[in-house]
Structure formats: structure tokens, C-alpha cells
């Protein structure tokens, strides 16, 4: 989604000099703001483009920006870096990181990948630079599916970091999978019998889930996809309440996207653990900051960068096939 910078939305009239000063860097440092879809609502609203990690990876290929500021995780930077090497890519908050890239340090994998030499390795993008670096292929949740039927058919597939994602990937495609044991401490913390219980309470609202909650609640689920094709499930459903089980800055999003419909988050047993953490570490106050001061910044290897590229090229050109 593409923003204008002059309609204040969901601010309040208290940030609006912090709004107005994140326009003026961004005029000054000729910067491009990227945000994924779980950014706070504030950093949304000054967004150039707001969207999934596909999209997201998509913009940074091509903008002509000078400075790309990225609001989202460490690893969402860190493509942009690769695919920019020469371009300043700042992080509002250095720590804001990922469960998944946790789950999955280089080394393990490196070791894990010399026990099978014909495995043929498909990364989430939730993984690190040196991960990526080992990979063959990069994809996302919105083009998993098309990534893992295009790898080459003689070859045995791992799939690394999300065991969820790619159980949903090996359901779709029929294809085995070795699994990477990793998963998203947000998205694991839906089950079947509270998302059975919000279904009851709201009879005739279908369930939207991505794809890296379990098993149990995927079954349940009306639609399961990325954040950017649930903007798209909502845009097309003729139901005028859906329950939406992800993180919870998606609703800033759907409610925008769709201002008539009604936007249930699935609710978790007993804490707002629908709020990613990471995802929550950056703020508007860090974004203005960020820019001000061009740190945090994304750096490096040279080395990494273009092993990394490779993976990250062949998604974008099987993600742009038909
Ligand atoms: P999307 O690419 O679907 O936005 O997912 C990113 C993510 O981190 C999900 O937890
Ligand atoms: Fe990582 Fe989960 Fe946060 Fe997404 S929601 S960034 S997968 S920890």
C-alpha cells in the first residue's frame, strides 16, 4: 500500500510535529520509509509503502531512494541491505529481531546441511544474512507455495526456519520436507479450542490465519495466507466481520483498507501475546531519531551480501512469473 504524506489517519494532533519533522528528513535525506504490516499504528500512518515481507523485498529492488528506512525486523533490513548494498538502510530499533531467525544460527544449519549434500535449502525470509548465504532459494509466506514446486524436482528439500509454515507449504505442494525445528513465538500461541471458542462467539465471520500458526488452528481456517493477501481475502469476502488470527498491528491495516468491516483479533489464552515484541520495539520517536542521526544502520560483508543476493534473486524472478 502506497501513502500520501498530508492525511493524518489514525495520529492523534499530539504527534504531528513528530510527523512533520519524519517528512522534512525524508525530503532532506531523499529516504524511502518502509513498514511491514505489524508496525505500530503511528508508523504506519507515515509510511511510503506499508505491506508483507514479499512486497517489502519487492520495493527495496527497486527504489531510487538514497536512504531506505526500514520499520520492521532486523532480517527485513537486512534484504534490503543485499539488495542495495551502496544505499544507507537504517532500523529504527538495532534489537528488533525475530524467534524464528533465533531458531536458526548459520552454524547449526551449515552443519545440519552437510549431512545430506543433495538437500536443496529453502529459507524463510525470517532467517539471517548468513543464513540466506546457504540457501538456495528465499521465500516468503505470500509465495512459499510457488517456490518450493519450482525447486528442482531431482533435488530433497529442507525447509528452514518455520516448521509451520512449512508443514502448510508440504500439505500444499504434496512435496516431503525435511523441517527446520524453528516457529513464531507470536503465531504458536493460538489454539485450537480458544479460536474454536471465538468462532462460536461470532457465528458467520470467517477465520483468517497465517500460515505460522499450528497445524490445529490452519484446519480450522477459512483462508490462510500472508498479511498482504488478507488484505486482499477482505477486500473480496462478502462478510462484514472476520476474525483475524496474526499479529495484532494487521488490524490497523484491514481497518484502513476496509473501513466497513469489522475486525475481530483472535484472542490468545491469557496475555496480549498477539503483540509481537520485536515488531513493537520500534516507535515514532526512534523512526524521526533514526533518521536524524543515520543509526542504527544495517552493515554487512561484502562476502555475505553476495551469496545472500543469489537466493534472494531467484525468489523475485519466480515470485514475478505467471
Ligand atoms: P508476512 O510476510 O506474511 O507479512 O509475514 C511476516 C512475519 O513476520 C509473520 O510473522
Ligand atoms: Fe518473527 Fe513472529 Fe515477530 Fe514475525 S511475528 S517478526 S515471525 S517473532
Redesign the pocket.
Known amino acids: 500500500m502506497s501513502l500520501v504524506e498530508s492525511p493524518v489517519r489514525s495520529a492523534s494532533s499530539g504527534i504531528e510535529p513528530l510527523r512533520q519533522e519524519i517528512f522534512a528528513l525524508k525530503r532532506k535525506l531523499n529516504a524511502v520509509i518502509l513498514a511491514?504490516?505489524?508496525q505500530v499504528a503511528e508508523i504506519q500512518d507515515v509510511a511510503d509503502y506499508v505491506?508483507?515481507?514479499?512486497?517489502?523485498s519487492q520495493h527495496a529492488a527497486k527504489t531510487s531512494a538514497d536512504v531506505i528506512v526500514f520499520c520492521?525486523?532486523h532480517f527485513?533490513a537486512e534484504t534490503a541491505k543485499i539488495l542495495n548494498p551502496s544505499k544507507v538502510v537504517l532500523l529504527p530499533d538495532k534489537d528488533a529481531g525475530?524467534s524464528?531467525e533465533e531458531s536458526c544460527p548459520a552454524d547449526k544449519l551449515a552443519e545440519f546441511q552437510k549431512t545430506n549434500p543433495n538437500f536443496y535449502t529453502i529459507a524463510y525470509?525470517?532467517c539471517s544474512a548468513a543464513v540466506k548465504a546457504l540457501s538456495d532459494a528465499i521465500c516468503?509466506?505470500?509465495n512459499a507455495v510457488k517456490i518450493a514446486q519450482a525447486a528442482p524436482k531431482e533435488r530433497d528439500l529442507l525447509f528452514v526456519p518455520d516448521e509451520n509454515l512449512g508443514s502448510w507449504v508440504m500439505e500444499q505442494t504434496r512435496r516431503p520436507m525435511t523441517l527446520w525445528r524453528g516457529n513464531?513465538y507470536?503465531?504458536v500461541e493460538w489454539t485450537a479450542s480458544i479460536i474454536d471458542r471465538i468462532r462460536r462467539e461470532h457465528p458467520g465471520a470467517p477465520l483468517v490465519a497465517?500460515?505460522?500458526c499450528v497445524r490445529a488452528v490452519r484446519l480450522l481456517a477459512d483462508e490462510v495466507?500472508?498479511?498482504?493477501?488478507?488484505v486482499d481475502y477482505c477486500k473480496r469476502t462478502t462478510a462484514s466481520a472476520i476474525i483475524i488470527a496474526?499479529?495484532a498491528g494487521m488490524i490497523h491495516r484491514l481497518q484502513r483498507e476496509c473501513p466497513d468491516k469489522k475486525f475481530i483479533p483472535a484472542p490468545t489464552e491469557n496475555c496480549r501475546c498477539n503483540e509481537?515484541r520485536f515488531?513493537k520495539l520500534n516507535t515514532l520517536e526512534k523512526l524521526r531519531d533514526c533518521m536524524a542521526n543515520l543509526h542504527p544502520r544495517i552493515e554487512l560483508d561484502q562476502s555475505i551480501i553476495e551469496r545472500a543476493r543469489l537466493p534472494i534473486d531467484r525468489m523475485l524472478e519466480i515470485s514475478a512469473r505467471n
Do not use: W
Open positions: 511491514h504490516n505489524y505491506g508483507d515481507s514479499l512486497g517489502l520492521g525486523v527485513m525475530c524464528l525470509i525470517n516468503t509466506s505470500g513464531c507470536v503465531h497465517h500460515p505460522e495466507c500472508s498479511t498482504e493477501k488478507m496474526t499479529e509481537c515488531m
